[in-house]
């Protein structure tokens, strides 16, 4: 989900197309949609790009199967756009994109286990492509005892979803049970990342998977109903003066050489992503009757 000229927009990862909907978050009626005639095969994320356009992250792959992903941006007006992407060390399964200023997609894989990988293009991605991604760093979380999450404690440290700020001063990533915080200058998100991040815990959500940040600097976090327990929307409250601000930080090591990497047992990515659905939507399947199912993972 995100938060785009007041308006609350999420999607799911079912269907036939890609069908983003602008929803009255007093009533969960649908106001408004774009959509692209793409067949997705497992949107998990949504982001807002510097043009207002809404980009679908198409990046879903629980069996490390895919030769590429992709990238559908729809905006306001005129015809959306289909970005395939590919990864430069083998398929990841991922459920969080940022849009940096430049208009180019930043990808944060979801690892059991290790650090989560930041890959991003080298420029805004035109054509259907596929357009390489390239490695810009690794996320290491802090450890975290917040309780939650259909996994136990291997889901404190797995990456389901991220968010910027309005004003772009602060990015979120989310695992099952937290949202981490950190602080950004210039756009930069590959040195944002090297900062301490500020937890802001999430405790007890079935399976939480969507973040958004309103414009006054609120938080909202979001999940699927999971076990017969229902998702909701929550917020908290001055979230993006939590941040702080960036400090310096060193640069980068040279990135080491990309190799192929079997990933973890083929059972457990299976467990951590069947039957994802993008958070909120499901607070609107009843009154708008949506075609979301389950299609691959």
Known sequence: MVVHDGGLWALSDGGRSVQVHRVDRSNCRILDTRSADVDPY???????????????????????????????????????????????????????????????????????????????????????????????????????????????????????????????????????????????????????????????????????EALAFEADGALLSGSETRGGVHGEVRAVAGATALAGEPVAVPPLLPAPEVVADPGPPSWLPAVLGGGAVVGVLLLVTAAAALRGRMRRG
């Open 42 to 208: 497992d949107v998990e994320d949504l982001a807002v790009g510097p043009r207002g356009e809404l980009w679908a992250a198409d990046l879903g792959d629980n069996e490390r199967r895919r030769d590429t992903v992709a990238v559908v941006v729809l905006p306001e007006r005129g015809e959306p756009r289909l970005h395939r992407l590919t990864y430069p060390d083998g398929p990841h399964d991922a459920e969080a994109l940022l849009v940096d200023p430049h208009g180019r997609p930043f990808v944060i894989t979801k690892e059991v286990g290790r650090p989560a990988g930041l890959y991003r293009t080298a420029e805004p991605p035109e054509g259907d492509g596929p357009t390489p991604l390239l490695p810009v760093g690794e996320l290491n979380l802090p450890a975290s005892d917040t309780l939650g999450g259909p996994v136990g404690g291997i889901g404190t440290r797995v990456v389901t979803g991220a968010a910027q700020s309005a004003d772009g001063g602060v990015v979120a990533v989310r695992t099952y049970t937290d949202a981490w915080l950190f602080p950004v200058s210039d756009g930069d998100l590959v040195a944002a990342f090297n900062q301490t991040p500020v937890r802001v815990p999430l405790p007890d959500e079935p399976q939480g």
